[in-house]
């Protein structure tokens, strides 16, 4: 499966998994352009999956059920993992745009998985049956997570109350993304320059090495 990025030809390498030593991202190889259709094909993807382990009229097991939910969304885990790092580290105007138009749409993907009555309902099986399910304690205590996610996240309210609770997590995740972007803005307007090494006095070398980045990215020099 290839995503067409910058240009027609070119494929967009979040969409497979890195060969690189301990499944390093391939910095090299991907631009700012890949994480939006990679983020949107996982969240595609992923859905695809939950509805598969959904509707599957196999009566619930651990293996079909928690298993499975387990190894979906490799995709999505991929490239909303590597940018929310660097936006979290090394942010600029254009991720903080894709951000902005990418955690609603990853709320409402988070809600969509955890409210899907016919998978809590899997879940919940699976929950009143632990202690007599033969599995290890490993196993009974993920199954135990994975039902109070489902409820923590509103898989037993009422139609309505589902409803409300999916606007106010879609409005609280662009909130926060709102809120790191005036942190962010506040913190760089707040930036103290200084004219001589000497002023750093007592600070760690490598401190002032970073410092000195972060002002040569700036066009300050000294």
């Not at 307007?189 to 970073?210: C, F, Q, R, Y």
């Amino acid at each position: 499966m290839h995503a067409k990025t910058t240009t027609s030809a070119r494929p967009n390498p979040l969409l497979k998994a890195s060969t690189l030593p301990f499944h390093a991202p391939p910095f090299d190889k991907i631009k700012t352009g890949d994480y939006k259709p990679a983020i949107e094909a996982g969240m595609k993807q992923q859905l695809a999956e939950i509805k598969v382990i959904a509707d599957q009229k196999a009566a619930p097991t651990f293996a079909n059920t928690i298993e499975a939910m387990e190894k979906s969304g490799a995709l999505l885990t991929r490239a909303s993992k590597i940018f929310f790092a660097l936006t979290g580290s090394n942010t600029n105007d254009t991720f903080q745009k894709i951000e902005a138009e990418e955690s609603p749409k990853l709320a409402a993907h988070n809600d969509a998985i955890f409210m899907n009555p016919k998978l809590y309902a899997r879940v919940k099986t699976l929950y009143d049956k632990r202690a007599s399910s033969g599995l290890d304690a490993e196993s009974q205590y993920l199954i135990e997570r994975y039902y109070k996610f489902f409820v923590r996240a509103g898989a037993q309210l009422n139609d309505a109350d589902q409803k409300t609770l999916r606007a106010l997590n879609q409005e609280e995740s662009s909130l926060t993304t709102k809120f790191r972007e005036h942190v962010l803005a506040d913190t760089a307007a707040a930036a103290i320059v200084v004219d001589t090494k000497e002023e750093l006095a007592g600070l760690p070398d490598s401190d002032i090495a970073a410092a000195a980045d972060a002002a040569k990215g700036k066009k300050l020099t000294g």
